[in-house]
């Protein structure tokens, strides 16, 4: 593949944004995802039909049988102790290092992003995201007012030259980058997953010019085909503030994830932490400790992959068929998400309206973009819909797509795109 | 009983405590409140033992075969909205008026406390609290550097002529206060409860100053004898932030609270609990639904007031017997706490090592005010611990302390107290 990739022309303007305008649209998106007869390729739901609710039942059963009086207590702001030590296994089996003492248990991932964005991010202080990159992500950091410098990404994830660029310039303003935050697996919104060699060119970049890397790994483990690369944590400990969660992996609606981190920073998460909720459930958690500990998470996990898998598939195919040399979109090897590329004179936000019109739903891309960008791409959702859903809802798509499409060559426009975010053949 | 009360010298003074301080003493306290050998009055923890788990275990089982893939999935950002009808149905019984679409729900009433921190609290702003205050609001307003100006309490809770001082003050200078927070309900941590007069008075005050109040009331249906007085959102909606939480009547473990609020104030509150955690649990959510509508919580309550209430009597009696003349303290109505007041010369902080070695804990004071003041007091849970236990804690206690005594007399100073924080008989 050829690359020319082009600046983020917004990724130095300091726009405040209010996070409420991500949220209403994400808000009125997931009010249509309940009505019945929409195909809803817009959420970034797993599918929690493939568990089985017997082995939920018979958890929670031993969990008040050994000691109920506890699961229904307070537990410690850190976390339980053995669902720490339970972590550290799902993180073994991605090659990660980490020790129970390097945790603390959060609600889902999300949680630690906002209380990583609490202790570090002052008004007016600069982070670096990929761009598009996860709305949650943007909702927390926007929320303390910080300038986010945004760097483009392509099939390989994050582009280095653009980053060093930033980082080269900020450091000569005298401005210390907080952290860069990073999907390196499987990315949200994007599904691209970041090369071996871009994840050392990252972390060298961030060694010379002595910034945190925030590594947000919801994915990993939903791996459908090719090799894995190292997570950064892996590549350098004492520079990476890591998120896991089980939301992915075993159930969202437990809440509970985690944060792995050096321990000075651990230290102020802690704090924040308390602040934030006193602890997460010690139901959930003891739940979440003996699912890991006694089931087959390893089988479920396979059992997902292949349900994931065939739906990504089915995705890929409806879309050669119905939008071939209209819209161009990513590969992704795992996780949830297909990032989709239209014609730059088709606006997904105008056109959600027609779509859901027509019974389908998809999050227009401006909303992975802190301040500007995304306007003519959009997040498909995979793995939440039955396959024959996802075919459907791709042909309802394209319906739409070619409706404005053929509005628009009634005006003289064309198509013309590669399917990456911020770059162009 | 004759009150002169004196104005809070710190209440003016805007020395910014990292909450770090306030965190560590207690997390040192909750490391020995782990230790089998000792006594702990320290914790602000239910009685959880007294939950049957049998009626926990079917209400798992229904919500599992209802729909197990809901309660393991993502959910509103506002809450499980069958959840909201029940908690109306909570505010119900003591009276306070509530719509389901008034609620948000939140992971205990403390994540409540940290989004209103975090809406309202620039650096700088002023907030006024009752001294002392329960520590965990503490950590949440401090974590938001704003200015908090402490009200004195006595037996019928925060002092107006203090309060109506502050505010003018305030307002001479065209300062705005954000807002009023108080836990009129058998205070954390003093033990009282605010009169039907005051409570009118405050919100008097409140619209005579234009701020809000905000009325956290965990302890609200643990009432062991008296008669309630209104609560401030039953006397003014549109000027009240209420708090309320599961964690003292079902499940502190389950981390289930809720925030009632004016709808303006809802919808910047629903923001930041979005960026927080997205949702609270689904899990726990529904199996609190099912407790509420299914099973006699009113009749679970009722016992939890017995046990609470012979504890209460047993720690009185306790005080009556042994530290009667050397310390003061309140008489609480219902709740978990009693505040205890010793000789001024006596550190609490200081003394807590030699209590520790006598194998009993409490909570210094020092930590629930937000920057000096409490020195000489204690806070005691009853709530907890067996009735024999608190028996033999408070002697344990009472050793301790008139160790203390006689040193101090051997060096010419006698006790002089009236039991409530910043006021003199």
Not at 244 to 266: D, E, Q
Not at 272 to 286: E, G, M, N, V, W
Not at 349 to 371: E, H, N, Q, T, W
Request: with cysteine.
């Amino acid at each position: 593949m050829t690359r020319r990739f082009v600046l983020d022309p917004f990724g130095d303007k300091y726009a405040h944004r209010t996070s409420s305008m991500l949220s209403s649209e994400i808000r009125d998106l997931l009010a249509v995802t309940a009505r019945r007869d929409i195909i809803s390729l817009a959420g970034g739901l797993p599918y929690t039909q493939a568990m089985d609710p017997g082995v939920i039942l018979g958890l929670v059963e031993e969990v008040l049988r050994e000691d109920h009086a506890a699961a229904l207590q307070y537990g410690p702001t850190d976390g339980y102790a053995p669902l720490k030590r339970s972590l550290v296994e799902v993180m073994r089996e991605e090659g990660i290092p980490c020790l129970p003492e390097d945790i603390i248990i959060t609600n889902g991932a999300q949680q630690g992003l906002e209380i990583i964005s609490k202790i570090f991010i002052n008004p007016g202080d600069d982070i670096v995201t990929e761009a598009p990159s996860y709305v949650g992500a943007l909702n927390s950091f926007l929320s303390y007012q910080p300038r986010i410098h945004t760097i483009p990404i392509d099939g390989e994830g994050m582009l280095l030259d653009p980053l060093e660029k930033t980082l080269r310039r900020l450091s000569g303003r005298g401005r210390q980058v907080k952290f860069i935050y990073t999907v390196p697996n499987f990315h949200n919104p994007a599904g691209v997953t970041m090369s071996t060699e871009r994840r050392y060119g990252l972390l060298q970049l961030a060694e010379t010019f002595d910034c945190l890397v925030v590594e947000d790994n919801p994915y990993g483990l939903l791996r459908f085909e090719g090799e894995p690369s190292p997570a950064l944590r892996t590549l350098d400990e004492n520079r990476v503030i890591y998120l896991g969660t089980l939301s992915k992996i075993f159930s969202a609606g437990m809440r509970i994830g985690w944060v792995a981190a050096p321990h000075p920073i651990l230290e102020k998460l802690l704090l924040a932490k308390q602040s934030a909720d006193l602890c997460t459930s010690s139901f959930t958690q003891r739940v979440a400790h003996l699912y890991f500990s006694r089931h087959d998470w390893r089988g479920q996990i396979g059992q997902l992959v292949e349900i994931y898998r065939e739906r990504r598939n089915v995705m890929l195919e409806a879309m050669e068929e119905f939008l071939s040399g209209i819209a161009s979109w990513t590969r992704p090897q795992g996780g949830l998400f297909l990032w989709v590329t239209l014609p730059e004179f088709i606006r997904t936000s105008d056109m959600l309206a027609s779509a859901i019109d027509a019974k389908v739903a998809y999050v227009p891309g401006r909303g992975f973009f802190p301040y500007e960008g995304g306007e003519n791409s959009m997040r498909l959702n995979f793995s939440y819909p039955e396959p024959e859903l996802v075919w459907e809802g791709i042909k309802r798509l394209s319906k739409v797509v070619k409706r404005e499409v053929a509005l628009a060559k009634s005006l003289g426009l064309g198509p013309k795109t590669n399917g990456y975010p911020g770059t162009e053949e």
